[in-house]
């Protein structure tokens, strides 16, 4: 009890920290305008995609306003002349997204890097961004081929078996699945080599704060919330507008309790090695 205390003091002394009252809203910004291009580029890749499946396996974590918009983009077409300049501009808007991460945790892990190193290294975060996506969209896609093809070699209670574990390890696969992909940004992030060590309360309090938010948020929404009686047409940006501060708000918190980490056991090392 006393621990978990000590923890919720340490997350309100990094929620006040004067970096907290920008940083959020910058990553927020840049997070914005990535995800129109992400998900357009995953509709025009894989235009073979039922798009329908791919809302439905948002459903449960995205708010209804935020799908509409995410729709939107999957139906996004482009001609085959224009698709490598399309692909290439949407790279450019989401790597600035990923800039913007790294810069973010720069400065709470008060470190620098040239603008060079930091386009590079946003190449790769993309890359890890669009694998986390594209397995947790497309994979559950293809759910139903897997499952005929599956079904050609098991009997009937050999597949009652499969869809049972299936659906228990469901929940926590993806889980894990995005504390692996956020401890991975984390990891990299940052313009100054740290050990994952350092990025495992973060990425662990990211991933379950992005469950609970999103599935509180969708429910306040869907029962409570009345933005379209003030805001009109203008009410999914503001409700996408407002998600994904909230996620990002979150994510800098992750950053910041990383960052606390380091710095505190950096300072622990420098006094033992003062000492000696």
Known sequence: MNKFKSYIKRIIKLI??????TLPGHLAFNIVLMIVPIFSIIGVIGSNFEVAKIINVLDNNVPDAVL?????????????????????FSLWLVSGGCR??????????????????????SFFMVIILFGLITFMLIVPVFGDIIFK???????????????????????????????????LLYTIAPSIRIESKYANNGAWFTTISWFITSRIYSYHLNNYSNYNVYYGSLSNILILLVWVYLLAYLFTIGIALNADNYLIEKKKLQEGLELK
Request: hydrophobic fraction near 50%; proline fraction near 1%.
């Open 16 to 21: 006040n920290l004067e970096e907290m009252k």
């Open 68 to 88: 509409s918009i995410i729709d939107s983009a999957l139906n996004i077409t482009s001609t085959s002349y224009n698709l490598f300049l399309f692909i290439i």
């Open 100 to 121: 913007a991460i790294i810069q973010v945790s720069d400065v709470l892990y008060k470190a620098t890097a040239s603008n060079l190193k930091n386009y590079i290294k």
């Open 149 to 183: 093809l599956l079904n050609n070699h098991f009997n009937e209670k050999g597949m009652e078996l499969i869809t049972n574990i299936y659906h228990f390890l469901k929940y926590p696969l993806s889980i894990i699945l995005m504390f692996i992909s956020i401890k």
